[in-house]
């Protein structure tokens, strides 16, 4: 087993050292694959720890499967190792993360930028939309958990549910979990308001224009979300005023 | 129209060989000596793969479940049967995607050690014509696939029926479908 291990370890790139996972680029049977490994954590509990990383790593792959199932975009599963807490997971190609997407465009067009970055706002509400109105709740919807992948030109849904040449994946599930309270929805969109807003400034506009198509993609019911998200903004203000 | 054997990252002391045969006249004999454990080797219905990386994926986990002593079912070539099945009905996998003993066509896969393949013997029972693996894409009976495996439209828009499949396959004891 442990030849086994060493064997493997030599063939795969640490991409990146994550809070709670390393991200590792390799193949599995001959396909590029990544493998997200969930590793302890000292501080933790053993027993706790444990159970923390199983959970973890099960919700994710939940999360994918009730994703893909319905139509938003997902890597697909190849292999999950629970006794080393890995999940071997499609390598989406050609992609790099949204939070990447909008840097770039900011920084080469920057006077209008809003107005280019409208389509992905589009999409990223509708995608989200659809995902709550069948209760499926992200858990930590930032900017880098969403990646967009060059397609290739002729591949299986070319010309299908893009834009502009591009697909919006969703990853990293791992906070992931099935509700239809509005209110775990409305957390969620406060994420990612968060994360849109201060990470990528001057953005207000695209975020109402993801609401919108959120509603769209939704359908009967997102105005409840939409009245809960109002709500925990106020509650968030409220806590920073109080300190 | 040969074996073809495959090598796996993560058991490099393993290897796995598939042959794809037609025309196959005693596939009823084949199953009784499968049966009494005379072949060393698992014996598959084609009409319900659509690419042999669905069966790697299978065997990888067989491999991987037999090792850490986590098996489901009695042998380790036992398991890819199960283990390709969407479903954890052992019996119903075994109905599915085992060949069936009226079937004309049968794939032979075997996990060996990765000096020493024999599905060249266990090839030597079948009587039929061993065909190119390319040839899956004309026997997949793609309609009853998407059915056992419940695939629906919605997830063909942004996935291959091959991955929609090898997802579930991975996926089954934390989902059900
Ligand atoms: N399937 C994939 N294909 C391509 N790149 C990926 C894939 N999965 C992850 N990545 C890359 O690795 C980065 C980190 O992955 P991920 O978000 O899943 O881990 P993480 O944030 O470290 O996890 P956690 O939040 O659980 O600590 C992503 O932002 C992306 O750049
Ligand atoms: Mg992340």
Do not use: W
């Not at chain 1, 390393?22 to 590029?32: E, L, N, Q, V």
């Not at chain 2, 796996?8 to 499968?34: M, W």
């Amino acid at each position: 087993m442990a030849a086994e291990g060493a064997a493997e370890r030599d063939q795969m790139v640490l991409l990146k050292q994550g809070a709670e996972a390393k991200i590792y680029s390799g193949t599995f049977m001959g396909r590029p694959a990544i493998i997200k490994e969930r590793f302890s954590k000292a501080y933790r509990h053993p027993d706790l720890d444990k159970s923390l990383t199983v959970q973890r790593t099960k919700a994710e792959v939940r999360s994918i499967m009730r994703c893909r199932m319905i139509g938003i975009c997902t890597p697909a599963v190849y292999f999950v190792d629970m006794e080393r807490h890995r999940i071997y997971m499609e390598h989406v190609a050609a992609s790099i993360t949204v939070r990447e997407y909008i840097a770039d465009l900011e920084r080469s067009c920057s006077a209008n930028h809003v107005s280019a970055l409208r389509p992905l706002a589009e999409k990223i509400g509708a995608t989200v939309g659809l995902m709550h109105s069948h209760n499926v709740i992200h858990g930590d919807l930032t900017t880098s958990n969403m990646l967009l992948s060059r397609l290739p030109k002729d591949g299986p849904d070319a010309g299908g549910d893009t834009l502009d040449g591009y697909r919006l994946v969703l990853i990293d599930f791992g906070l992931g979990y099935k509700e239809g309270l509005a209110e775990d929805k409305g957390v969620d969109l406060y994420v990612l308001e968060r994360a849109f807003l201060s990470t990528h400034p001057n953005t207000e506009a695209l975020f109402s224009v993801i609401l919108e198509h959120y509603k769209l993609g939704y359908g009967k019911g997102a105005a409840d979300v939409i009245n809960k998200l109002e709500e925990i903004r106020m509650r968030g203000r409220k806590r920073t005023m109080v300190g | 129209m040969a074996i073809e054997t495959f090598q796996n990252e993560i058991f490099p002391d393993s290897a796995i060989s598939v042959a794809l045969f037609e025309s196959v006249a005693n596939c009823n004999d084949l199953k009784k000596l499968a049966m009494t454990g005379e072949l060393d080797a698992t014996l598959l219905n084609p009409s319900m793969i659509v690419d042999t990386f669905q069966i790697l994926v299978a065997c990888n986990k067989a491999l991987h479940l037999d090792r850490c002593k986590k098996r489901v079912t009695r042998t380790l070539h036992s398991e890819v049967i199960y283990n390709l099945s969407p479903s954890k009905n052992i019996s119903d996998a075994f109905r599915k995607f085992g060949m069936g003993d009226k079937d004309t066509s049968v794939l032979l896969v075997q996990i060996h050690s990765l000096r020493k393949g024999t599905l060249s013997e266990v090839a030597e029972h079948v009587q039929g014509e061993m065909v190119d693996l390319s040839r899956l894409q004309e026997v997949s009976d793609v309609n009853k696939i998407k059915k056992i495996y419940k695939v629906q439209e919605a997830e063909l828009r942004v996935s291959t029926l091959l991955d929609a499949i090898v997802s579930r396959m991975t996926s089954k004891e934390f989902v059900s479908f």
